[in-house]
């Protein structure tokens, strides 16, 4: 892209006035440039041209919140911060109303992730860094891994004291897989390289739930172990009415302070084995 033409792009209107807070956050974490198009407002500009706006007007008509597809697939880049993340003690989720999807985290913009990470599984692997978790080697992005190697390094002495975590974070179900995430047309955060899966037999997964059943949250997962994934910019699928608690993934802006807009606050909102994938 020329340059003039790019400062152009980049250049906000005189009355657009100060870009939101968690917008320009991304760029801490995200490729991309904050820019304003009147027809748009507010956004980030991807290579390649590639604008993602920060409020969409409205959804598209196949945007809604299908429960089969993990949530909407990411309409506009504000939607990543609703409902809020709310770190700290681990509280069962009401899953009464499972129609209902309040799952912080669980929007993403792929097209965010394939500029940031890579766009086909090749670019992805490319870019690959392994990682020592509790005496095994896994592939993890290079951008996640050393977050993630201070997750080990939090949770070592930790383990050492209490040797019952030990059983989580072994035999674990993985780091890198290029694929969807099960019943969904949106690829899994972990084809990018930038998610992993503790135990799975002392996890639960809400599609786990016998048919006929009621969604009931259920959790294993000491909080020693969320607290050590949640201080390093990771988020926990345990937070979910959708549950997955074996599931962390690098979320970075979710946690960051200085990614919430003022007045962000408030609460987050079957034995055997897995019929069908998880995140």
């Known amino acids: ?49 590639v604008f993602i706006p920060w409020r969409a007007e409205a959804p ?30 681990i509280r069962p989720v009401d899953t009464s109303d499972a129609g209902a999807i309040e799952d912080p985290g669980r929007v993403r913009v792929e097209q965010l992730f394939f500029a940031t990470y890579g766009a086909s599984r090749e670019e992805v692997f490319e870019r690959m860094a392994r990682v020592r978790f509790f005496g095994l080697r896994y592939p993890f992005h290079a951008l996640a891994a050393e977050p993630l190697r201070r997750v080990v390094a939090r949770l070592e002495p930790q383990v050492q004291q209490s040797p019952a975590l030990r059983r989580f974070v072994t035999d674990i179900g993985g780091t890198f897989a290029w694929r ?46 969320v607290d050590a994934f949640e201080a390093e910019g990771f988020i926990w699928g345990g937070r979910w009415v959708h549950y997955d608690t074996m599931h962390f993934e690098y979320r970075p802006e979710l946690l960051d302070p200085a990614c919430r807009d003022d007045g962000d606050a408030g609460d987050a909102g079957v034995d055997g084995a897995p019929p069908t994938r998880p995140e």
């Not at 250049?11 to 027809?39: F, I, N, Q």
């Not at 299908?66 to 700290?88: M, N, Q």
Request: charged share 20%.
């Open 180 to 225: 969807k995430i099960a019943r969904s047309r949106n690829l899994s955060t972990h084809a990018f390289g930038i998610a992993i899966d503790l135990n799975v037999a002392r996890s639960h997964y809400w599609r786990w739930t016998r048919r006929g059943e009621p969604l009931r949250w259920q959790n294993q997962v000491p909080q020693a172990l």
């Open 60 to 89: 598209p008509a196949d945007a809604g919140a299908d429960v089969d597809d993990e949530g909407p697939p990411g309409v506009d880049l504000e939607s990543i911060y609703r409902p809020p993340y709310v770190a700290g003690p």
């Open 1 to 49: 892209m020329p340059l003039a033409l790019l400062l152009v792009l980049l250049a906000p209107a005189p009355d657009a006035g100060a870009p939101p807070k968690g917008l320009r956050c991304l760029t801490r974490h995200y490729a991309g440039a904050v820019s304003h198009r009147p027809d748009a407002g507010w956004g980030l500009l991807l290579e390649g041209g």
